[in-house]
């Protein structure tokens, strides 16, 4: 784990993802596929959740948009859900803001669809780069982390590390060298990094040349930002405010909250209800918080084994 | 304490994802824990003079590590950068640390078998100047691998519990007593099958011990879970295993307990108890894998332990603010 100064410090790149203004058009999920040359992941099936045929981020989706419908009801109790957050008074900035919302709800609609584009989340304490072994997952200069597939044995600890679900291993696709990674246009191009962890980059390969992100690029409204992560946070933390001034109080931050279980996110998100409505998990907790504490069990337990090996010898001599 | 009414998803659909761990995975945590015990069992016959023990014990631990390490290189996606595995040394991944335990038991235990095969096959192993090296370095090698035992029952345990997978991250804190148990029951229970039963008394009391711990551990590690985590350990096709593992550690443990000393009787327990084993492991994987397939399972534990937290006064670290 590194520390949180660290990894907030100036030159940490991310997103701000505000999904009250995404309008699904799964732009950056067709951007992403086509800058990374990720394959195809689907079975041409729709899937019955609304416009979601994506379905999941994994080893050959690194965006992807989430269709929620929701009712007059389960608004209402969005709306409940994020004043109730207010009302457990955050750290920071809190009182002053609070004190100039304007506090007539508007009308609850009697329909609306949520829209949210999902991504890897960067996390200041990544589970998937604490478990590596390899160290084929790193921390990059942006405070990003990348996979280096040519490193990665395909071990898939990392995907049981992710608190998020996010990094998963590539199924099918070609083993290459690494000179021949070109394609002729027009052409479907060869799947790359069979059998290697893979997930979002946060197009490392655009920003060492001092490109943004594709999706960000392509986002037609400006739903997914790229930028300094500081600035985005405060941009996501104006947005909020905003939000809660109109009345809807639906509005929170998802993963701008350095104190959080993974120090906070790289990707941080502007959420209309709960978390695990978009299928992100509710209290994400980075598993080697713990480790130190494993490691003590694990001790103990070893040291029972001995002891239980020295008694059995102790009980089980041969008797002459 | 039940938000079940509440518990939302999206689309039913996993949050966390399981690793693609399959059956040759399952069967590195038997063997793993079988080679490491077995290793114990050989270094104490090497250090109490119980020569059979000592010979059985060795080999039946060079067999299961070199079988188990074939299953995890098989599980890898890209089996032939199985050697990646030692680029590095890093202490917060348990599987970097243990890939080098792995290494060290392997080297230990390879060194001390291969002493037994050529004083088995009366020197016949071609060795040339090496013999005597060999013969010098075999006890080392042997107590060393001995040594190497507890770590390598211990850290697979770690392994799963060092996820986000809700039921072995919850399995935390009694998982590695459950696992170094059935390391023990195995490797007691394979003991009493290879060596007779005159000189098989420490395998016999070590199958015994451990069945006693692997059924308290197990216990231990149920209480101590959340409800909603721990249910996977008790549904479907993982329950049934770990259900019938219980049993058989039982069953297995008593027959060694009361007839050890009969060589048939022994033979059977000690079959019984290497079955448990490994349901107890495919179990355990299996739970965790079907714990990643239904976010129940993520989110009703995570959601409790945000709103234990925010009732105790604890407000400031959800990864959900309002500003």
Known sequence: MINLEESFQPGRKGFF???????????????????????????????????????????????????????????????????????????????????????????????????????????????????????????????????????????????????????????????????NRDFTAGEQAPTPHVGVAQKCTLCYDRLVDGLEPACAKTCPTTSIKFGEHADLTEQARERVRQLHAQGLTEARLYGANPNSGVGGTGSVFLLLDEPEVYGLPPDPRVPTADLPHMFDRASLAAVGMIAGVVLAFFTGRRRR | MVPEAEFTSYYDRPIVKPPPWENPIGAYLFLGGLAAASGMLAAGAELTGNARLRRNS???????????????????????????????????????????????????????????????????????????????????????????????????????????????????????????????????GLGMITTPVDDAGPARALAVIGSACDLAATELMEQSMDPVAAEPLHEGTPGKLLQWSK?????????????????????????????????????????????????????????????????????????????
């Not at chain 1, 608004?75 to 008074?89: M, T």
Request: hydrophobic share 40%.
């Open chain 2, 58 to 188: 060795r080999l039946s631990a060079l067999g299961a590590v070199g079988l188990g390490a074939v299953a995890l290189v098989i599980d890898l996606g890209r089996p032939e950068r199985f050697l990646y595995m030692l680029r590095t040394v890093k202490l917060s991944s348990p599987m970097s640390v243990g890939s080098w335990i792995l290494s060290g038991f392997s080297a230990f235990a390879g060194v001390a078998a291969v002493a037994e095969v050529d004083r088995m096959t009366a020197q016949k192993l071609p060795l040339g100047p090496l013999r005597r090296l060999l013969q010098w370095v075999e006890t080392p090698a042997g107590v060393a691998a001995g040594l190497f035992g507890p770590p390598l029952a211990a850290y697979t345990a770690v392994l799963l519990s060092d996820t986000a997978n809700p039921t072995w991250n919850d399995a935390r804190e009694y998982l590695p007593m459950v696992f170094v148990s059935s390391a023990s029951l195995a490797a007691g």
């Open chain 1, 17 to 179: 993802t505000d999904t009250s203004i995404c309008i699904g058009c799964k732009a950056c999920e067709v951007a992403c596929k086509e800058w990374n040359r990720n394959p195809a992941d689907s079975t041409w099936q729709l899937s019955d959740s609304s416009y979601d045929n994506t379905t999941h981020l994994g080893a050959d989706t690194w965006r992807h948009v989430a269709f929620v419908e929701q009712g007059r009801e389960r608004i209402e109790q969005a709306r409940q859900s994020g004043r109730q957050l207010v009302n457990l008074g955050m750290p920071g900035v809190r009182t002053e803001a609070a004190t100039n919302v304007d506090v007539t709800p508007p009308d609850t609609p009697d329909f609306r669809w949520l829209m949210a584009s999902d991504v890897c989340k960067h996390c200041t304490h990544a589970g998937c780069l604490d478990v590596c072994p390899t160290g084929a997952l790193f921390r990059s200069e942006f405070g990003t982390v990348v996979v280096q597939a040519d490193v990665c044995n395909g071990c898939g600890t990392c995907v049981a590390g992710c608190p998020f679900g996010v990094i998963e291993r590539r199924k099918d696709g070609l083993v290459e060298p690494k000179t």
């Open chain 2, 247 to 323: 049993r058989l550690v039982a069953a297995g443990g008593l027959a060694a307990l009361l007839g050890g000393r009969n060589r048939t009787i022994a033979a059977l327990s000690g079959v019984t108890l290497l079955t448990a084993s490994a349901l107890t492991r495919f179990g355990i994987l299996h739970a965790g894998i079907h714990a990643a397939k239904d976010p129940r399972y993520t989110v009703v534990p995570q959601k409790n332990r945000l709103a234990k937290r925010r009732a105790e006064g604890i407000v400031d670290d959800s990864i959900t603010t309002a500003d």
